[in-house]
């Protein structure tokens, strides 16, 4: 069973920007096409961004297009989320996920494994 283990949150101000790291306790991590997932208070949870097991594709929340970067490194078993230019709207708990499975990575029904979340809070 893969466990996730995310980090990176934290408090910054309008504009500013942070990286979110997921690590995967497993050796197939490569296997495993990765997501972002974000959940802010009294809201459910949403897509943010998802990359393939290759890396070779990638998808994003419309709102976050130009902003966010998903990435993965598969030598280091660790997927990543580069967020620039953040708003008071991006602040929630940050989760990241694995997923076997390649039908709709927006969807996060297709996601079997999650961390534990991470809080980003953006505010001045």
């Known amino acids: 069973q893969v466990q996730l283990v995310e980090s990176g949150g934290g408090l910054v101000q309008p504009g500013g920007s942070l990286r979110l790291s997921c690590v995967a306790s497993?050796?197939?991590?490569?296997?495993?096409?990765m997501a972002w997932f974000r959940q802010a208070p009294g809201k459910e949870r949403e897509f943010v961004a998802a990359?393939?097991?290759?890396?070779?594709?990638?998808y994003n929340r419309n709102s976050v297009k130009g902003r966010f970067t998903i990435s993965r490194d598969n030598a280091e078993n660790t997927a990543y989320l580069q967020m620039n230019s953040l708003k008071p709207e991006d602040t929630a708990v940050y989760y990241c996920a694995a997923s076997i499975r390649y039908r709709d990575l927006t969807d996060e029904t297709e996601y079997d494994t999650w961390g534990q979340g991470t809080q980003v809070t953006v505010s001045s």
């Open positions: 990359i393939t097991w290759t890396g070779g594709k990638t």
């Open positions: 497993t050796r197939t991590f490569s296997r495993y096409n």
